[in-house]
């Protein structure tokens, strides 16, 4: 997915460049100051306009495959708990007490079953970002201290995922990891 | 007497900005180093230096904004000093507190430092209030500097008439300037972003005098942080449109912008899009009510419309097919909004929800946002600055090595960017003083963003030098 949102700036990017370049150079190349566009405010509407129209269509698109309606309709087959504290992530089956956290830092998942993340914060906010065998990141939430984000994700491929924190959470925010193998 | 005191204490501003901005650059290169493995600091280093480095960064490009605002101003309004001078005092001793807290006390929370990471201290225990203070001091002075401007405006004009709403209808008898417009809405968005500062620095403050009696709520903390760093963020490259609507067609040697219909509509609507955008920072919040996460992508999506569909076709607009008189400033303007219509396009892929899933603090966020700071605000600014120096110097000297300065401008600028865009569709963490074996193209896009942000340096070493020059004459002459 990454790839496609570069390739789609670039594009972007090339082409809102060639009209400032363009416009630029006609500029250089006029002869008098009576040149401009004509009908401007008509040519403006209608950019306001079809702005507008891919903007809408845009979010239209988009907004459904937004995080919070993934699998919304399936049951999820297993529920894993997160507390994240610096500079760890602890996960469990179970429900995690806050005074005496208890868990593992890699877990076995099963493959093509909606997994449930419930992730939580023991101390201050911190990321639970999922990347997969080819270290892209796949999905993520925040961890929230007196908060659960409920991230359900459905693992296709075999293979080992790294979890990192995705938060700026103090000196060894870098160095907090987990890891869950899909079989 | 007023008019010879704010053009001195502008140009001490432009000084003491361009200053501090190659302190920050550099410790901005010092971090991509260190991410390259070719320097070695400790994480507290890194971290304390990324703390200086963005905070440092915002506040010297809103000031700068005010500054460029307030000495424009006195083209339309009495300007009073005393508000300028606070705005100046505040600012200095809130950098100096800042600095020392990080410097010196090590403390690296990060510019965001997000709820209740202050609390968590893994620094000199008297960092996190001298911090805490060092913001409270600055977010003060501005409030006392915004809010003395805004008074300022309200004694020439009606609230409806510095708001521009009676060009909603036909033939308004009073015409409200483009540059009072924009002025007064970026002001309105950056006191309500320091108001909630002001509430944050209060709740911090509660929880810390309480002895954990009171405890804050993380996601009222997040909110209220991002709605001020956010709207203040944005609103300093609104304070540097505003200078270009004001100054474009002037050095340009064209008729003066005049407002609109549709200029007063879409400033006024801009204002009610940017408050309400900062909901795009808590999108992988899922505890955060659905409804403020899409209003959060439906203002970021709407912001775009004014600002392309009036202020960048504006510019268009005047420049094609148009003769007009290029110089260093119209043309840092020009690239200027080319640099912000490419950083809101990577805004906008940014703040699509679904997007942000695998973009989010990765490094695409500080593609998108140094791409309008670096090329668009900091562009802007640089612009008014150069313009005010040559209004006391010969042309012929200032514009010397105008090609050179912009070369190199570009060339660092474009680089330096270019490898953060690679590197978020690379998945790779911000934040992170040194990369895990996971991402070995981490380190070499590091290293080449700091070789190309070092060009940047010596083009900004460039206008410093130039403009600096003529500053230090400006606040040292005896006469007008």
Not at chain 1, 83 to 111: T, Y
Not at chain 1, 151 to 174: D, N, Q, S, V
Not at chain 2, 167 to 178: C, I
Request: net charge positive.
């Amino acid at each position: 997915m990454q790839t496609s949102i570069l390739i789609l700036f670039l594009i972007l990017t090339g082409l809102a460049l060639l009209v400032f370049v363009y416009v630029f150079m006609t500029s250089k190349g006029a002869k008098s100051s009576g040149g401009g566009i004509r009908n401007a405010l008509k040519k403006r509407l209608w950019f306001i306009l079809i702005l507008f129209v891919l903007l809408g269509f845009t979010a239209w698109v988009t907004i459904s495959k937004s995080p919070y309606y993934l699998f919304a309709d399936e049951a999820p087959s297993q529920v894993i708990h997160v507390a994240s504290m610096q500079f760890a992530f602890v996960l469990s089956n179970n429900s995690i007490d806050p005074d005496s956290p208890k868990g593992v830092s890699s877990i076995e998942l099963p493959k093509n079953e909606l997994i449930e993340f419930r992730v939580t914060s023991l101390d201050v906010n911190h990321g639970f970002a999922i990347y997969d065998a080819s270290n892209r990141l796949i999905a993520q939430t925040q961890a929230m201290p007196g908060y659960v984000n409920r991230l359900r994700w459905k693992f296709t491929e075999p293979g080992i995922y790294h979890i990192l924190c995705l938060e700026y959470c103090g000196m060894a925010h870098h160095g907090m990891r987990a890891s869950i193998t899909i079989k | 007497m007023e008019t010879v005191k704010i053009k001195k204490i502008t140009a001490l501003w432009i000084v003491v900005v361009l200053l501090l901005f190659v302190v920050s650059i550099i410790l901005g290169i010092l971090m991509r180093l260190n991410q390259g493995e070719i320097i070695h600091h400790s994480p507290v280093t890194f971290y304390g230096n990324m703390t200086t480095h963005g905070l440092t960064m915002i506040g010297i490009w809103f000031v700068a904004g005010m500054a460029g605002v307030n000495y424009l101003m006195q083209r339309y309004v009495t300007v009073s000093l005393w508000p300028n001078m606070t705005g100046l005092i505040f600012t200095a001793i809130g950098v100096i507190l800042l600095w020392v807290s990080t410097f010196i006390g090590d403390f690296h929370a990060g510019w965001t430092f997000l709820y209740p990471l202050p609390f968590k201290v893994m620094w000199a225990s008297w960092a996190t209030p001298m911090f805490l203070c060092s913001l409270t001091v600055m977010g003060v002075g501005w409030l006392i500097w915004s809010l003395g401007m805004v008074m300022q405006l309200l004694k020439r004009y009606s609230i409806s008439q510095v708001f521009a709403w009676q060009h909603f209808g036909k033939n308004p008898k009073v015409e409200t300037p483009p540059f009072v417009l924009i002025s007064m809405i970026t002001l309105v968005g950056v006191i309500a972003s320091l108001l909630a500062a002001v509430v944050l620095l209060i709740l911090y403050f509660m929880e810390f005098f309480s002895n954990s009696s009171f405890v804050n709520d993380a996601l009222l903390m997040k909110n209220l942080t991002y709605f001020f760093g956010h709207t203040i963020a944005n609103e300093m490259l609104y304070l540097g449109l505003a200078v270009l609507y004001e100054l474009f067609s002037e050095v340009s040697g064209r008729p003066k912008w005049k407002t609109t219909w549709y200029i007063a509509v879409s400033w006024n609507l801009s204002l009610v899009f940017i408050l309400t955008a900062f909901f795009h920072h808590l999108y992988m919040d899922f505890v955060q009510p659905e409804g403020l996460q899409i209003v959060g992508q439906l203002a970021s999506y709407l912001a775009s419309l004014p600002a392309a569909g009036v202020t960048v076709f504006s510019v268009i607009i005047a420049v094609y097919r148009t003769k007009i008189k290029w110089s260093l400033t119209n043309l840092l303007f020009f690239i200027g909004v080319a640099g912000w219509v490419v950083g809101g396009l990577g805004a906008l892929i940014d703040a699509t929800i679904s997007n942000n899933f695998v973009l989010h603090n990765t490094l695409w966020v500080p593609a998108h946002f140094h791409t309008y700071n670096v090329m668009g605000n900091v562009l802007f600014s640089l612009a008014f600055f150069h313009w005010f120096a040559m209004q006391f110097a010969n042309n012929n000297i200032t514009e010397r090595f105008a090609k050179t300065k912009l070369g190199l401008l570009i060339l660092g600028g474009a680089g330096f960017l270019a490898v953060f865009y690679l590197g978020g569709a690379e998945s790779i963490p911000r934040r992170y003083s040194n990369y895990p074996a996971e991402f070995p193209s981490a380190q070499v896009l590091a290293y080449v963003g700091a070789i190309f942000a070092t060009v940047y340096l010596i083009a900004i070493l460039f206008f410093f030098l130039n403009i600096s020059k003529r500053c230090v004459k400006i606040m040292f002459s005896s006469s007008s």
